[in-house]
């Protein structure tokens, strides 16, 4: 079989003999993005591979409770395997335990991870069960830690959080990507959820010892 590269229009041409007879096959693609690729056994049948396909993950925090102390670095999503991670959603949501609160939080892009403070970390899951292990870790802060050094900020927006209550109306902040998703490369890189007061005042934040939910959904190749 031979196998010609790409063309002009980002077909993928095949030409192989079987049984003594010469046959061509062509497959549509993206040239720059190729979804598809296609290869014919010695069977003569051919074979198509979606290259569209990623490995999925979800980390979802438990009932996580910042305290009454953390400033900055709330959370974060570390790249410790060197994959290309990409982030399709963030979401967080809050309540808090004796009065309602507004903050200003931030999703930001690190090129060095978080140290110190204290931590707990979280689960995942996979999108397919085929999948292997996630290399990255998702962890929530009770006690600050050293942030890691800033890029950028892909995000900013302010959140509010009612009373702990059933019944209560909680204004969950998301980021969500189609395209273009935000990306780590190296194990040095994180995403970081950075918390400021509503009034961007001096930080005593979180006043209230409230729950924080927060759901990370990615994709590592």
């Known amino acids: ?34 979804s598809f690729g296609a290869s014919i ?10 290259k569209t396909s990623k490995n999925t993950y979800t980390s979802c925090s438990g009932n996580r409770s910042p ?25 967080v949501e809050f309540t808090e335990a004796t009065a309602a ?10 090129s060095s991870l978080a140290t110190g403070g204290t931590s707990d970390l979280e689960n995942y899951i996979k999108h397919d069960s085929d999948s292997p292990n996630s290399l990255s ?23 509010y959080g009612p009373i702990t209550a059933i019944g209560a109306v909680v204004q969950a902040l998301e980021f969500n990507w189609i395209r273009d998703c935000p990306l780590l490369k190296a194990a040095t890189e994180s995403f970081e959820i950075r918390i400021e007061k509503f009034d961007a005042s001096a930080l005593a934040t979180p006043a209230h010892a409230g729950v924080w939910h927060v759901t990370w959904v990615f994709t590592e190749e």
């Not at 196998?3 to 077909?11: D, E, K, R």
């Not at 010695?42 to 198509?48: F, P, Q, R």
């Not at 962890?139 to 959140?159: N, W």
């Open 67 to 91: 305290g009454t102390s953390l400033t900055s670095c709330i959370a974060n999503l570390a790249n410790l395997g060197a994959k290309r991670l990409s982030l399709l959603k963030l979401r």
């Open 137 to 159: 870790e998702a962890r929530f802060f009770s006690a600050t830690p050293v942030s890691g050094v800033s890029v950028g900020v892909l995000g900013k927006a302010y959140i």
């Open 101 to 110: 609160a507004a903050y200003i939080l931030s999703l930001v892009k690190t």
């Open 1 to 34: 079989m031979i196998q010609l590269p790409l063309n002009a229009t980002g077909s993928v041409l095949a030409s192989n003999t079987f049984t003594g007879k010469e046959y061509q096959q062509v497959i549509l693609s993206d040239k720059d993005n190729p």
């Open 41 to 50: 056994d010695a069977d003569g049948l051919l074979s198509v591979s979606d």
